[in-house]
T-cell receptor, first 117, second 114 residues
Framework: DVKVTQSSRYLVKRTGEKVFLECVQD?????MFWYRQDPGLGLRLIYFSYDVKMKEKGDIPEGYSVSREKKERFSLILESASTNQTSMYLC????????????????FGEGSWLTVV | DQQVKQNSPSLSVQEGRISILNCDYT??????FLWYKKYPAEGPTFLISISSIKDKNEDGRFTVFLNKSAKHLSLHIVPSQPGDSAVYFCAASRPISGTYKYIFGTGTRLKVLA
């Protein structure tokens, strides 16, 4: 079974703090993703990475950065946390797609609930 | 710009009846679609997927239909069970920058009444 592990389930941080959310997957997947889930807005892609040290901006990258130094680990960084970043953060991974009209399942971690006060 | 839309935020269905969840998309570059189920405080789990070269895929109680001309897909659950009560997300994938990107909808909360 694929395992995507997010190191922190619940965090409370102060405005302006630097926040690290860590994610590790154990299936040798090339792709890794960070989404945030908010009521009424669904899952929105923040950043994704298709290889070590490679990253691509998603739909809402502002205020976030990422790091992928090893294949199995993908970190989300909030450089200066703000209250509008209070959310559930979901890490996911998948094998790389190799051709059109096919795809791979994305496997999600359990999520990290971040509250910024 | 919401490229993947689930216009019904919630749906209630009697146990044993059919649940139909809908999803619309705007980008014709999407070529692979997935449905996920999510319980509160857990990560989404994969249910079923479909390639854009097909119009139907079935797995047990779950069937996904794709209408490319309408840019519409639907998930049918038959028969619905109380354990199906959850939030359902559709997702669409398209090529970008040499790789592929997955975009999710806003979700539909399904409640199956016993």
């Amino acid at each position: 079974d694929v395992k995507v592990t997010q190191s922190s389930r619940y965090l409370v941080k102060r405005t302006g703090e630097k926040v690290f959310l860590e994610c590790v997957q154990d299936m040798d997947h090339e792709n890794m993703f960070w989404y945030r889930q908010d009521p009424g807005l669904g899952l929105r892609l923040i950043y994704f990475s298709y290889d070590v040290k490679m990253k691509e901006k998603g739909d809402i990258p502002e205020g976030y950065s990422v790091s992928r130094e090893k294949k199995e680990r993908f970190s989300l960084i909030l450089e200066s946390a703000s209250t509008n970043q209070t959310s559930m953060y979901l890490c996911a991974s998948s094998l790389v797609r190799v051709r059109a009209f096919s795809g791979n399942t994305i496997y999600f971690g359990e999520g990290s609930w971040l509250t910024v006060v | 710009d919401q490229q993947v839309k689930q216009n019904s935020p919630s749906l209630s269905v009697q146990e044993g009846r059919i649940s139909i969840l809908n999803c619309d998309y705007t980008n014709s570059m999407f070529d692979y679609f997935l449905w996920y189920k999510k319980y509160p405080a857990e990560g989404p789990t994969f249910l079923i997927s479909i390639s854009s070269i097909k119009d139907k895929n079935e797995d047990g109680r779950f069937t996904v239909f794709l209408n490319k001309s309408a840019k519409h897909l639907s998930l049918h659950i038959v028969p619905s069970q109380p354990g199906d009560s959850a939030v359902y997300f559709c997702a669409a994938s398209r090529p970008i920058s040499g790789t592929y990107k997955y975009i999710f909808g806003t979700g539909t909360r399904l409640k199956v009444l016993a």
